[in-house]
């Protein structure tokens, strides 16, 4: 069984930093596609960032230049690190790992950033 369990979220000041983990188990962590999205309250589920098995990286606009994220293969964990957080960037933040038809979540994480 696939498991996806987030940590790192917490409460930060405008301009602050927080890095999350995820850490993934039950599948082969290294052929997968991981993704970061968050939510915010009464707000759509948006997509934050992605790097593929080749390390390959995309990031949403609102966050370039801000977030990187990153993969331990042999941790099985892919990190996001925020840095310049802002109050905007307050919502719940998921991890995704994709790959064929395997689509996987986890539970999320909170961030929530004050001004």
């Known amino acids: 069984q696939v498991h996806l369990v987030e940590s790192g979220g917490g409460l930060v000041q405008a301009g602050g930093s927080l890095r999350l983990s995820c850490e993934a188990s039950g599948l082969t962590f290294s052929i997968y596609g991981m993704n970061w999205f968050r939510q915010a309250p009464a707000k759509e589920r948006e997509f934050v960032a992605q790097?593929?098995?080749?390390?390959?990286?995309v990031y949403a606009d609102s966050v370039k230049g801000r977030f990187t994220i990153s993969r331990d293969n042999a941790k099985n964990t892919v990190y996001l690190q925020m840095n310049s957080l802002k109050p905007e960037d307050t919502a719940a933040y998921y991890c995704?790992?994709?790959w064929g038809t395997g689509d996987y979540w986890g539970q999320g994480t909170q961030v929530t950033v004050s001004s």
């Open positions: 790097i593929n098995a080749r390390r390959t990286t």
């Open positions: 995704n790992a994709v």
